[in-house]
């Protein structure tokens, strides 16, 4: 039991035996005195309420109605973090798919999910089949839409080095959401997309070149 909700009913139960005891000494007290002892007594519970009793049950009424489903999900990211640790990658995507389950219109899970396909099973392909079915599996905010859209893109150019289908993807970001957050930073992905392709190419034509020297 938490520590501070154990003080708290300590400190409720003590200060109502001590009202009680005093009441019972009271009893034969005059009227005035027993007017001026009520009043004391509702400042002192007022006291006590506000002190202990109302935080006690504000924080008892935002755990079950906040906390609940952010417990569960931080349970199942555990699960999943050491369920990769252990190289169960099934695992932890069981784990990921039971939260999705759980909260289908979060895409975190979708992406983790695409993430250990393409990065730990080196399987980029079921990694986009994750991604691209969700995405076509509903209406999905805007912001969640992109975020699986970049996601797309990152596989397509990180694991497959396809540039024409990630800078499509990126495209299509840009003309589903314009004048957006998501429009001006995939164009800033583009710009980075087409100088590492920029680079690649001229490191193939350096090698090029280094190996017909060799050869003449």
Not at 13 to 24: E, P, Q
């Amino acid at each position: 039991m938490n520590t501070a909700l154990v003080i708290r009913i300590c400190v409720i139960t003590l200060a109502l035996l001590v009202l009680a005891l005093i009441w019972s000494f009271m009893k034969d007290a005059g009227d005035g005195t027993k007017f001026v002892f009520v009043i004391l007594m509702g400042l002192a519970g007022g006291l006590l309420a506000v002190k202990y009793f109302i935080p006690w049950l504000g924080d008892m009424l935002g755990e079950a109605v906040f906390s609940s489903g952010e417990k569960v999900e931080q349970d199942h990211m555990t699960k999943a973090a050491a369920r990769i640790a252990q190289g169960d990658y099934p695992g932890a995507i069981e784990q990921y798919e039971k939260m999705l389950e759980e909260k289908p219109d979060d895409p975190f899970p979708v992406a983790e999910i695409a993430k250990i396909h393409a990065e730990r099973q080196r399987d980029p392909q079921a990694a986009l089949k994750v991604l691209e079915e969700h995405l076509q599996s509903k209406d999905w905010p805007v912001d969640d839409a992109a975020f699986i859209m970049f996601r797309i893109a990152e596989v397509q150019l990180t694991h497959r080095h396809d540039f024409e289908a990630a800078r499509d993807m990126l495209e299509q970001i840009i003309g589903n959401f314009p004048n957006t957050r998501h429009s001006a930073n995939a164009h800033h992905r583009m710009s980075e997309l087409e100088q590492l392709q920029y680079k690649l190419l001229m490191e193939q034509r350096a090698k090029t070149t280094t190996s017909d020297s060799v050869k003449a």
